[in-house]
């Protein structure tokens, strides 16, 4: 349990980035295997525009999958590019053999219709989740891509240890990317789930129930100490700048005094999300191989 860290009576924290490179290091490991048998995991990231951000994520996915040998590829568009174009790049990819994920970065400029982008993406290479056939997969509990921040999540917990079945879990925020598919994933793993949102009456009265707590609302400080159970597991997907530090949504201080478990940020969910894209990533190349036979 290396990826644990606790001081006298303040909660144990996860790190993210310990489990995270130990995954990537078995999944080097499978790599290596896979190539040895001729399959090549292949991954395509598509970025348009300059938003500093996304281009410093698509760095880091483009870094992970060099490090555990899968073979990637980044278009880096201009902001001006048209949605014809990125779709025709997107059907160019989808037939492409040596492609297993494809990724388009979000978000896109304005001019660009984001569901038509997601919607044009080959469900059998849609490796973020995002797409409607592997969303709806997910909600039946069938084998699909699911998506990576809260598929993170998932593995966060369950390689700590931390049992989810029978708890009461909490998810605040419910956006498609986090908060939906985590509340999902939760229900999945046979949790008792309640989502909140911007509209949810009494927040705190809510949060104060979780065994399980989700922080994912981009809002540095929204969980405090106050909100939280004792003993309660809490996970913080939130990721915000203040005065050029990275934080969380929950305040870390007060929330560690009472929590059980608490993942930090930075060094928490975010190595996972990447970590995950690289498995979706190797597993359809698996399911590729397969299907060839
Ligand atoms: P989002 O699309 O902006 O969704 C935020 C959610 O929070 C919405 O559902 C919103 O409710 C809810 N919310 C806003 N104010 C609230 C309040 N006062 N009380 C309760 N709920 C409130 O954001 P997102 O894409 O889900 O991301 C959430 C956070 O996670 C961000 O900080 C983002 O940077 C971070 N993130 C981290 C990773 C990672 O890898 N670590 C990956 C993705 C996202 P409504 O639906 O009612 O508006």
Aim: glycine share 10%; hydrophobic share 40%; proline share 5%.
């Amino acid at each position: 349990m290396e990826h644990l860290e606790t001081t006298k009576n303040h909660a144990i924290v996860i790190s993210g980035k310990e489990i995270a490179a130990a995954m990537r290091e078995e999944f080097k490991r499978e790599v290596e295997r896979l190539r040895a048998e001729g399959i090549v995991p292949g991954l395509a990231v598509i970025l348009v525009g300059d938003d500093p951000a996304s281009h410093s994520y698509v760095k880091g996915k483009e870094k992970g999958a060099n490090e555990v040998g899968i073979y990637s590829v980044v278009h880096r568009l201009p902001a001006e590019t048209s949605q014809e174009e990125l779709l025709a790049m997107i059907r160019t990819l989808n037939e492409d053999p040596a492609i297993h994920g494809i990724l388009v970065q979000l978000p896109l400029p304005k001019h660009i219709d984001e569901e038509a982008v997601i919607f044009a993406i080959d469900p059998d290479k849609d490796v973020d989740g995002f797409h409607p056939i592997n969303v709806g997969k997910m909600q039946i509990g069938t084998e699909c891509f699911l998506p990576c921040t809260p598929h993170g999540v998932i593995h966060m917990l369950k390689r700590t240890g931390i049992s989810i079945e029978g708890t009461h879990a909490v998810v605040v925020g419910r956006s498609n990317i986090v908060g939906k598919p985590m509340a999902q994933l939760l229900l999945n793993e046979n949790a008792t789930v309640t989502v909140c949102h911007s509209r949810t009456r009494d927040l705190s009265a809510i949060t104060k129930q979780a065994d399980l707590l989700i922080a994912a609302v981009g809002r540095p400080g929204i969980i405090t100490k106050d909100m939280v159970k004792p003993g309660a597991v809490v996970i913080d997907v939130g990721v915000n700048r203040v005065d050029g530090k990275l934080v969380g949504d929950c305040d870390f201080a007060g929330v560690q005094e009472v929590a059980s478990y608490i993942t930090p940020v930075p060094g928490g969910v975010g190595p996972m999300t990447i970590t995950m894209l690289l498995y979706n990533t190797i597993e359809s190349a698996k399911r590729w191989a397969k299907k060839r036979g």
